[in-house]
């Protein structure tokens, strides 16, 4: 508890409140009530609109509960309610949140990582120690799988729901010797982020290894929030630009034409780097006056440079069983160059939104203990 009686003050000049000097909006207060008249405690929605609530809505007096634990309100219109002051406090940032998702953490080529076991993940402390370093990291890996082919479904499934793309609910990436097209092949992949031309762009990816008898073809992950942050120290104005010019990506096959627009770099509400949009086959910049194009593309170049620099890449190879959940919109993706004369490699890759693993880590973090997300009914 950290708000305590002396720290609750109403605030005459605006019809608020301050809660351990916070000044506290009469309507903020108002729509966080949870008398059942107000709000249904089973699908936690209120049962009013907001827009019916008087505009100068003011508290019109204000007490502890006997407990301590809880705030009595009444409004200017008549309306008493009782408050859990630690469900306020919790909200305002003032106590620590369980739900809160852990912040993002750049990394290098020196990072440290755990690599999880299937087996461990119906333990539930086992489960949200992964979804940490997933959040953190932007990946995590998985080992000892089933490899039963399209097995990576019902995995993917433990997390969320799968995003169908252009290639499937589930797509290959398989080598043969000898191939018979040019799909199966064995060349090295630069550093690139996944369908930046659909909209929205896939979230999170996976990629589920079922078989794999060449050496190389190492899979390489870099931090884009870690790059980023290299070319703002090295030139403000590279980030500057990436971060504002709207780039087209556009994609043309069988099953359409696809294309998004957006920034080669994108912060969320916080300000951390949360979007990197980063495929250099397919990525298309409007015709800007030369000068600024000049500065874009030595930015972009340099992007390029870092985002396959060894200082900032982590590799690792696949061995059946082995499970990459990797954030698409966070990190650069590639794989190094193998002979894929000497036999097979199967890898098997899906999709799936970002709020199913933090739907699950909430759950967790507030004591429940299903470590597969249940369904709707
Ligand atoms: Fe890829």
């Not at 949360?274 to 030369?290: E, G, K, M, Q, T």
């Amino acid at each position: 508890m950290t708000i305590s009686a002396t720290e609750i003050v109403p605030d005459a000049e605006t019809g608020g409140l301050r809660l351990a000097g916070k000044p506290i909006h009469p309507l903020w207060l108002r729509e966080r009530v949870t008398e059942p008249e107000s709000y249904d405690h089973h699908n936690h929605q209120r049962l009013y609109e907001h827009s019916e609530l008087k505009e100068d809505l003011a508290i019109k007096t204000v007490a502890l509960g006997s407990n301590s634990q809880s705030l009595k309100i009444e409004f200017s219109d008549g309306y008493k309610a009782v408050f859990d002051l630690n469900a306020l406090a919790k909200e305002l940032g003032m106590t620590d949140n369980p739900e809160s998702i852990p912040l993002p953490k750049s990394w290098d080529s020196g990072l440290k990582f755990k690599r999880f076991s299937w087996n461990d993940l119906e333990d539930p402390a086992e489960m949200k120690a992964l979804l940490k370093a997933y959040f953190e990291n932007a990946f995590c890996i998985m080992d000892d799988t089933p490899i039963d082919r399209d097995s990576l479904k019902a995995h993917a499934k433990r997390f969320g729901f799968l995003r169908e793309t252009n290639f499937g609910e589930i797509f290959n990436v398989e080598t043969k010797p000898n191939p018979s097209d040019l799909a199966y092949t064995d060349v090295a992949l630069a550093s690139h982020t996944d369908n930046p031309y659909r909209e929205p762009v896939p979230g999170i990816q996976y990629l589920h290894c079922l078989r794999n008898e060449v050496a190389g073809g190492l899979s390489t992950l870099v931090d884009g929030m870690a790059v980023a942050e290299a070319i703002g120290d090295e030139n403000p104005d590279w980030l500057d630009i990436l971060e504002t010019i709207p780039v087209r990506f556009r994609y043309e096959g069988p099953s359409g034409v696809y294309e998004s627009v957006g920034p080669l770099i994108s912060r969320d509400h916080r300000g951390y780097i949360s979007h990197i949009r980063f495929s250099s086959r397919v990525d298309f910049v409007p015709a800007l006056d030369p000068s600024v194009l000049d500065l874009f593309y030595s930015a972009r170049r340099r992007m390029h440079k870092l985002s396959n620099d060894l200082a900032f890449q982590i590799q690792f190879p696949f061995k059946p069983g082995t499970l990459l959940m990797m954030n698409n919109y966070r990190l650069f993706h590639g794989r190094t160059a193998f002979d894929g004369a000497l036999g097979y490699r199967h890898l098997q890759g899906c999709y799936i939104d970002h709020d199913g693993p933090q739907a699950l880590y909430r759950a967790l973090a507030v004591g429940r203990t299903e470590t597969y997300l249940p369904r709707e009914t």
